[in-house]
């Protein structure tokens, strides 16, 4: 079965550029989240979806960044204008929605560098 | 598996020990906790899962014990192979939301 899939991989870019990454969610999952990965702050929630529902958004770091879940087995996440401190590894994971808590399920991440 | 900014706390293990990785949650009222592998490149794997009414889970060669008196999850790896040299982390929940908050992760390094 295919996992979470990202892209880009990997994407370099110049401050002031709008960066945009894409999510594909494990098929069938209806819960999904973006997290960003720094060294000194280890693993952050930005946001997540239930159903295509924005849920909790309080984890955006500010207004430069957005995210949308247009249908149910895809989601992007927008940086505009980029800054060089948004330089991180950006990981998308998906769980099921079934009675009680379920795992979440990680892509392997797109790793964002802003110069 | 506390957070120490950039110093990850490492653990060295001889392949074919066993070895165990600790981790001090946050919240009482956290009900749901998993264990996350994370190799270089790539996203945290799901390794195993506990829920609050259990204080014991097995997998295949690894086990999760939850304390919750003292707020304490450990993850045992038994005969640890050099394929489980990683990152591991611990993460929670709780009130069957699915907001899964991390701890800072644990190194884990396998001598041959």
């Known amino acids: 079965d295919a996992g979470v899939i990202q892209s880009p991989r990997h994407e370099v870019t110049e401050m002031g550029q709008e960066v945009t990454l894409r999510c594909k969610p494990i098929?069938?999952?209806?819960?999904l989240f973006w997290y960003r990965q720094t060294m000194m702050r280890g693993l952050e929630l930005l946001i997540y979806?239930?159903?295509?529902?924005?849920?909790?958004d309080s984890g955006m770091p500010e207004d430069r960044f957005s995210a949308k879940m247009p249908n149910a087995s895809f989601s992007t996440l927008k940086i505009q204008p980029s800054e060089p401190r948004d330089s991180a590894v950006y990981f998308c994971?998906?769980?099921?929605?079934?009675?009680?808590?379920?795992?979440?399920?990680f892509g392997d991440g797109t790793r964002l560098s802003i110069l | 598996g506390e957070s120490v900014g950039l110093h990850l706390p490492t653990l060295s293990v001889q392949e074919g020990d066993n070895s165990i990785i600790n981790c001090a949650y946050s919240?009482?009222?956290?009900?749901?906790f998993i264990w996350y592998k994370q190799e270089s490149g790539k996203g945290p794997q799901f390794i195993i899962d506990?829920?609050?009414?259990?204080d014991k889970r097995q997998g295949q060669r690894v086990t999760v014990l939850l304390n919750k008196t003292v707020k304490h999850l450990s993850l045992q790896i038994a005969a640890t192979q050099p394929g489980d040299s990683a990152v591991y982390f611990c993460?929670?929940?709780?009130?069957?939301?699915?907001?899964?908050?991390f701890g800072g992760g644990t190194r884990v390094l396998v001598k041959p």
């Open positions: 994971a998906s769980s099921p929605r079934r009675q009680g808590n379920q795992p979440q399920h």
């Open positions: 098929s069938g999952h209806n819960s």
């Open positions: 979806f239930n159903n295509n529902v924005p849920i909790d």
């Open positions: 919240n009482s009222a956290s009900d749901y």
């Open positions: 506990i829920r609050s009414n259990m």
């Open positions: 993460a929670e929940t709780w009130a069957a939301g699915n907001k899964l908050t």
